[in-house]
T-cell receptor
């Protein structure tokens, strides 16, 4: 069964550094999302992406964040200048669209900012 | 925007008994309500969902109910088993391809 994949599984970075989290959504899916989950807390929506552009973003998704689908396969989340509070698990999800709203989550990338 | 409240935050039930988790939502435009199970360190996995044109849905030991008037929805797990121990999240979405707004989660412990 096809799955969403994410790399790396764990990323450690210094405060102020840029990080790129990578996701490969399920082939033929049309909608893509990033969520984050701070340890022990709920899953929070960051951004949705459709037809090569952002369709919606949350208050968390400020100017430090950006997303890209550079090659029709990968879907990336970039944090330009990481802060301590960016430490969290970041989940990518994809959705086939066409009226099917099941979002398939990837295994997550644990980001630790020191 | 949508806000989803979930309770209880922790629930312990004896193996074989039933567990009920309740959620409320604020946006009357929400029409899709998934439930996710998350085991420690793992991704959220969809276990059941319900759409606003349906009041109840059942899948083996799991059932969900939806009261659109009151903006309440609930998850019922019957004949609980040790493998049901996990964190369960309710969620709401205003349309079929949109973001999902999660509740804070319920940690379910199944006691032997």
């Amino acid at each position: 069964e096809p799955e969403v994949t994410q790399t790396p599984s764990h990323q450690v970075t210094q405060m102020g550094q840029e990080v790129i989290l990578r996701c490969v959504p399920i082939s033929n899916h049309l909608y893509f999302y990033w969520y984050r989950q701070i340890l022990g807390q709920k899953v929070e929506f960051l951004v949705s992406f459709y037809n090569n552009e952002i369709s919606e973003k949350s208050e968390i998704f400020d100017d430090q964040f950006s997303v890209e689908r550079p090659d029709g396969s990968n879907f990336t989340l970039k944090i330009r200048s990481t802060k301590l509070e960016d430490s969290a698990m970041y989940f990518c999800a994809s959705n086939p669209g066409q009226g099917v709203n099941e979002q398939f989550f990837g295994p997550g990338t644990r980001l630790t900012v020191l | 925007g949508e806000n989803v409240e979930q309770h209880p935050s922790t629930l312990s039930v004896q193996e074989g008994d039933s567990a009920v988790i309740k959620c409320t939502y604020s946006d009357s435009a929400s029409n899709y309500f998934p439930w996710y199970k998350q085991e420690l360190g793992k991704r959220p996995q969809l276990i059941i969902d319900i759409r606003s044109n349906v009041g109840e849905k059942k899948d083996q030991r799991i059932a969900v109910t939806l009261n659109k008037t009151a903006k309440h929805f609930s998850l019922h797990i019957t004949e609980t088993q040790p493998e049901d121990s996990a964190v369960y999240f309710c969620a709401a979405s205003p349309n079929r391809d949109d973001k999902i707004i999660f509740g804070k989660g319920t940690r379910l412990h199944i006691l032997p």
